[in-house]
């Protein structure tokens, strides 16, 4: 039976990388058909709403989607839509896997770690006020039990199921004595239930200096929004990049996919973006649907392709563009 999944293409490279995953999942005959919607400069131009109406309805009703990048304005203008999003639908769990691949040059080899962001509350929540008179601004770090307890306990569910040694919980309780504190209870709180799964605590800093040292040693992190939302680009620089690594916003209800990287203006609409990430999240979602064979059968087409460099796109040292290398992806699912 074919299942409908809201597509959100976006902005900068988001039609590009969006439209791969298109093609990709026609030729594999993924039994999915799209709902196209946008959100934000782009509707803010066309209809006046950056998150139309019609969006809010589509995932509310398919309950799952895909979605391309989003601008968001730098120190001015909107309000980000991703971290809006996030909170309409309470996509509490930010999951992003960061794996070495074969053929894909990193420093290290053998990285397999997954980081739980929490995607809710942190510094995320809004909650800023500027003293236009004394040019002082604050930014409250909102953190709760409930928003700490539900991200480690999802932390902790992934590697009992995945069969994971250890998760860490990473926090400033040095110095954020009241938040990070709340954060660590959680983990110690939680950790109860698993007596199988070692319970490891790095304090923020010392886990930059430890993941660019020796990554292999982590298996699942768990840490509030801003401390996952650093270190997951950190650990894409571990592993090839941000072309390459993908993610998924998931609440109890509703569950969004979208690669870890932005809008890439830089390259955008000259062909060049890298859609891994964005299929590799596509195969997450897939995952989340049951539909394990499909998701296999693109994965397995994404790794034989990544091997030959010469059908890779320009961040991973080749030459390809967005759609050659779709088309290498595609003859390697036929095959
Ligand atoms: P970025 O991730 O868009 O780009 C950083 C660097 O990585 C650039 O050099 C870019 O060319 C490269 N890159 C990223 N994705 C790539 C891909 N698929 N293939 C090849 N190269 C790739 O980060 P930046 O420049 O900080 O942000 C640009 C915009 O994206 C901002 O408006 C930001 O707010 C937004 N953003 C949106 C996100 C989302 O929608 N979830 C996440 C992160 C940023």
Not at 51 to 73: D, H, M, R, V, W
Not at 168 to 184: D, E, Q, R, W, Y
Not at 189 to 210: A, F, G, R, T, W
Not at 247 to 266: K, L, Y
């Amino acid at each position: 039976m074919t299942k409908t999944v809201t597509l959100i293409k976006g902005d900068g490279i988001g039609p590009e990388i969006t439209e791969a995953v298109k093609t990709v999942f026609k030729a594999a005959q993924v039994p999915v058909s799209w709902e196209e919607e946008n959100a934000g400069q782009t509707t803010l131009a066309e209809c006046g709403e950056l998150i139309p109406s019609s969006l809010i309805e589509s995932i509310k009703k398919n309950k799952i989607a895909l979605k391309g990048p989003l601008t968001t304005p730098v120190g001015k203008g909107f309000k980000s839509v991703n971290v809006q999003l996030r909170q309409i639908f309470d996509l509490y769990q930010n999951v992003r896997p960061c794996v070495t691949t074969e053929g894909v040059e990193s420093r290290f080899k053998d990285v397999n770690l997954v980081i739980f962001r929490e995607n809710t509350e942190g510094l995320y929540a809004g909650l800023e006020f500027f003293d236009e008179r004394l040019q002082i601004s604050d930014s409250v770090a909102r953190v709760t039990w409930e928003g700490s307890y539900r991200i480690v306990k999802a932390a902790f569910e992934y590697a009992d199921r995945m069969g994971c040694k250890k998760v860490t919980v990473v926090h400033k309780a040095n110095i954020l004595k009241s938040a990070g504190k709340l954060f660590l209870k959680a983990g110690e709180e939680v950790s109860k239930d698993y007596p199988h799964i070692e319970l490891d605590d790095k304090i923020v800093d010392n886990m930059c200096m430890q993941l660019v040292i020796k990554p292999q040693q982590f298996d699942v992190v768990v840490a509030t929004n801003l401390f996952g939302d650093i270190l997951s680009d950190l650990c894409a620089g571990l592993v090839g990049g941000l072309g390459v690594v993908s993610g998924a916003n998931i609440g109890d209800e509703v569950a969004i996919f979208e690669a870890v990287h932005g809008t890439a203006p830089d390259i955008a609409g000259q062909g060049k973006a890298n859609p891994t990430a964005l299929l590799r999240s596509a195969i997450m979602m897939l995952h989340h649907m049951d539909l394990r064979e499909y998701a296999d059968a693109i994965d397995h087409a994404i790794n034989e392709t990544l091997k030959h460099k010469e059908q890779c796109t320009g961040d991973l040292g080749g030459s390809a563009t967005t759609e050659e290398f779709t088309n290498f992806v595609i003859e390697k699912i036929k095959k």
